[in-house]
T-cell receptor, first 116, second 109 residues
């Protein structure tokens, strides 16, 4: 009955590879997000998506692309992985940011990506 | 630019009280959140403030002053399991969450 589940939990891969991280939520939330948390523990928003609108953080390289087959899923695909992509990636979901203002985000357990 | 400031690290004693401060400068304000994150785990929602004043929830309380751009999280009767990072986040005028870097709280026996 996990609310936000993401897989895999750990991912070790070589530079230049292409990889995907999957995320699913069963909370009926309208909006899903991808965050990157680096070694300094800053949570940086990468994407937010609510079926109608994709908001991309302009600092995110275009090697990163979100893919949403339906409202409950938002996967993250990364092309040509680089050493600097090593971090923990969190998926999260929430009610619509404007209508559900007092609700927090629910996070997945994170994917620790290591690029070697 | 938008900015959230919190102390990097704090240390407190088991059974004591600790206050973690957060100051913010954002384009607009639609609420302030506190999250707890244990090492190697996901952030979990603690509290939400949108009006000035104190919100109490068990051992944890959160205070907001919008005019001062200031909030604090108050933890009472500290337990060892409270050792974690505490993240302050503000929802701006575009309803985007702006995150602080978090305060690592170390509890000593």
């Amino acid at each position: 009955d996990t609310a936000v589940s993401q897989t895999p939990k750990y991912l070790v891969t070589q530079m230049g590879n292409d990889k995907s991280i999957k995320c699913e939520q069963n909370l009926g939330h309208d909006t899903m997000y991808w965050y990157k948390q680096d070694s300094k523990k800053f949570l940086k928003i990468m994407f937010s998506y609510n079926n109608k609108e994709l908001i991309i953080n302009e600092t995110v390289p275009n090697r990163f692309s979100p893919k949403s087959p339906d409202k409950a899923h938002l996967n993250l695909h990364i092309n040509s992985l680089e050493l600097g992509d090593s971090a923990v990636y969190f998926c999260a979901s929430s009610h619509h940011p404007q209508t559900g203002t007092n609700y927090g985000y629910t996070f997945g357990s994170g994917t620790r990506l290591t690029v070697v | 630019g938008q900015n959230i400031d919190q102390p990097t690290e704090m240390t407190a004693t088991e059974g004591a009280i600790v206050q973690i401060n957060c100051t913010y400068q954002t384009s607009g304000f639609n609420g302030l959140f506190w999250y707890q994150q244990h090492a190697g785990e996901a952030p979990t929602f603690l509290s939400y403030n949108v009006l000035d004043g104190l919100e109490e929830k068990g051992r944890f309380s959160s205070f907001l002053s919008r005019s001062k751009g200031y909030s604090y999280l108050l933890l009472k009767e500290l337990q060892m399991k409270d050792s974690a990072s505490y993240l302050c986040a503000v929802k701006d005028s575009n309803y985007q969450l702006i995150w602080g870097a978090g305060t690592k709280l170390i509890i000593k026996p």
